[in-house]
């Protein structure tokens, strides 16, 4: 079963900065893709930053220049600097294995002055 399990979210003030990290359970070999999606009240989820073991990476236009996604084989964190009240979200942890896709629980980003 794999599991994919989320942290560091919470309420930072614009222009702060927050760290989220997942990590894959259940899972021996190294997955392909990995990324972030969020999804704000009333909006559909968007992709946010996805990588992969190649090390290429897709971004949002919206976070290009202020998120940085790294990998480390079955982790994947999302840096988020000069945050943004729009960026304000559940940001979720996202892989794709034999063409499912599995998603965390989810972790509030909150950017508020």
């Known amino acids: 079963q794999v599991q994919l399990v989320e942290s560091g979210g919470g309420e930072v003030q614009p222009g702060g900065s927050l760290r989220l990290s997942c990590a894959a359970s259940g899972i021996i070999f190294k997955i392909y893709n990995m990324g972030w999606y969020r999804q704000a009240p009333g909006n559909q989820r968007e992709s946010v930053a996805v990588?992969?073991?190649?090390?290429n990476t897709n971004y949002t236009d919206s976070v290009k220049g202020r998120f940085t996604i790294s990998r480390n084989r079955n982790a994947v964190y999302l840096q988020m600097n000069s945050l943004k009240p729009e960026d304000t979200a559940v940001y979720y942890c996202?892989?794709?294995?034999?063409?499912?896709?599995?998603w965390g629980q989810g972790t509030q980003v909150t950017v508020s002055s």
């Open positions: 996202w892989t794709v294995i034999l063409g499912r896709n599995y």
């Open positions: 990588m992969n073991n190649d090390g």
